[in-house]
């Protein structure tokens, strides 16, 4: 069992920077893929980025440039740093991780909204 607990998330002007935190239990956190999704009001739920235990990243192109995912299998956390903020970016921001080919394990999830 994986549990994540999100933290981080509030309001920002447009332009600003947040950096959300997952916390994970379980002694196999650094073995697993862990991402981060947003769902915004009215629409699905999208990856933004992710992070598997050698490193490598992927994210969403609209954030290219902007997020930086990263972990520390240390600290069993993943990290967001969202720089350079817009308004459609305010979502609830929600830390995964996965076992076998999905994302099984889910976060309460964190508010972020930027202001325009």
């Known amino acids: 069992q994986v549990q994540l607990v999100e933290s981080g998330g509030g309001l920002v002007q447009t332009g600003g920077s947040l950096r959300l935190s997952c916390a994970a239990s379980?002694?196999?956190?650094?073995?697993?893929?862990m991402g981060w999704f947003r769902q915004a009001p009215g629409k699905q739920r999208e990856l933004v980025a992710a992070i598997n235990s050698g490193g490598s990243t992927n994210y969403a192109d609209s954030v290219k440039g902007r997020f930086t995912i990263s972990r520390d299998s240390a600290k069993n956390t993943v990290f967001l740093q969202m720089n350079s903020l817009k308004p459609e970016d305010t979502a609830v921001y929600y830390c995964a991780a996965r076992t076998l080919s999905s994302y099984n394990y889910w976060g309460q999830g964190t508010q972020v909204t930027v202001s325009s």
């Open positions: 379980g002694r196999t956190f650094s073995s697993k893929t």
